[in-house]
Nanobody
Framework: QVQLVESGGGLVQPGGSLKLSCAAS????????MGWYRQVPGKERELVAT???????NYADSVKGRFTISRDNAKNTVYLQMNRLNSEDTAVYYC???????????????WGRGTQVTVSS
């Protein structure tokens, strides 16, 4: 199994910044795309940003220009730098990774437990 552990959430004032980290562990797995999703109570989990192993990125329109996703392949770690935060960014943020065993052709999705981000004055 692949385990994902998020860190870096917390309380921040509007206009502030936070950086989330997510470390993936799992011996022998090939990890492809990694990403961040977020969810608020009563709503579906939504995409925030993804990054491929080659560094191609994709962002939700609501975070473009404010959030930056990056990864360290050597450490199997993905980061999310969040700037100019506002109250609508308040959510539980989940790390995601697509991973497979070398002898299996299909990727499976793995999720972290989530980290709370609260934007409030």
């Amino acid at each position: 199994q692949v385990q994902l552990v998020e860190s870096g959430g917390g309380l921040v004032q509007p206009g502030g910044s936070l950086k989330l980290s997510c470390a993936a562990s799992g011996s022998g797995f090939i990890i492809a795309t990694m990403g961040w999703y977020r969810q608020v109570p009563g709503k579906e989990r939504e995409l925030v940003a993804t990054i491929t192993g080659g560094g191609s990125t994709n962002y939700a329109d609501s975070v473009k220009g404010r959030f930056t996703i990056s990864r360290d392949n050597a450490k199997n770690t993905v980061y999310l730098q969040m700037n100019r935060l506002n109250s609508e960014d308040t959510a539980v943020y989940y790390c995601n990774a697509d991973a497979r065993r070398p002898y299996i052709s299909i990727f499976s999705k793995y999720w972290g437990r989530g980290t709370q981000v609260t934007v409030s004055s």
